[in-house]
């Protein structure tokens, strides 16, 4: 089962269980913006691969992207949300080494150009309780699951190589948000975990502006940072994005 038909699965488990509880909001949102890679090393495997930058095969450019997230609050205080969050970027360029690109099971020659390609394709269920929601300020904290549908791969003449991921990530879900004016607030939301073999965080700083309608609009900055370090793979990624998103609540 590929990400999006996993994606629209849970969905629907999500819509279903909306219209057998006490729903309160349910909202959908759309984001869009800029990214572009500020660092993405890599070397696979990690024992005996060449280590060199995605960036030079990739390059800094901004590209477009988009995230789609579905969200129910429920008996006040809960709140359940699915996102999916694709991100695939190709690029032609050359690495700089003395000798033969060891990637994967095969060399590459740093004499001539090599099409990289990086996809790092997330999709993320989370569940947040709101500790404290008293006048300007409203403060959650919770858990979420990544699923990640990663994939490295080099292509040089007839000669293609690639390294792929499927794996699961538990998070810790932070939120906080101040009301700057009537209809102005700042929200800051985040997820992140670090441990030995790796660390992963997505978090933004958004200023947001509800409008009629139950309809909100965002911009600001997120970032989307972390990797692996283990046997197979070393793996460590910046990307920096800007942000404009809509939000529609019923």
Do not use: C
Request: proline share 4%; charged share 20%; aromatic share 12%.
């Amino acid at each position: 089962m590929n990400t999006i038909r996993l994606a629209t699965l849970i969905i629907l488990i999500v819509l279903t269980a909306a219209s057998h509880t006490r729903a309160q909001t349910f909202t959908l949102e759309a984001e869009t913006g800029g990214l572009w890679f500020s660092n993405n090393d890599v070397r696979i495997p990690n024992e005996g691969g060449t280590r060199f930058d995605m960036i030079d095969l990739i390059g800094k450019d901004p590209d477009i992207y988009y995230r789609l997230r579905v969200s129910l609050q429920f008996l006040e205080r809960h709140n359940i949300r699915i996102l999916f969050a694709p991100i695939t970027k190709s690029g032609t360029g050359r690495i700089d080494t003395d000798g033969a690109i060891t990637f994967a099971d095969s060399e590459f020659s740093p004499d001539q150009p090599i099409k990289g390609t990086y996809r790092f394709n997330t999709f993320r269920l989370t569940y947040r309780y709101t500790l404290y929601d008293r006048g300007p300020w409203e403060l959650g904290a919770g858990l979420a699951g990544l699923l990640r549908d990663a994939k490295v791969q080099l292509e040089q003449n007839d000669l293609t190589d690639r390294d792929t991921d499927l794996g699961f990530v538990p998070l810790v879900h932070l939120y906080a948000s101040r009301t700057l004016f009537h209809r102005l607030s700042l929200e800051l939301d985040a997820e992140t975990l670090a441990g030995p073999q790796g660390r992963a965080t997505d978090a933004a700083l958004t200023l947001r502006y509800q409008m009629p309608e139950k309809i909100t609009i965002y911009f600001g900055y997120r970032i989307l940072e972390g990797g692996a370090d283990v046997d197979q793979v070393y793996n460590f990624a910046w990307i920096n994005f800007l942000p404009f998103g809509v939000t529609w609540s019923f």
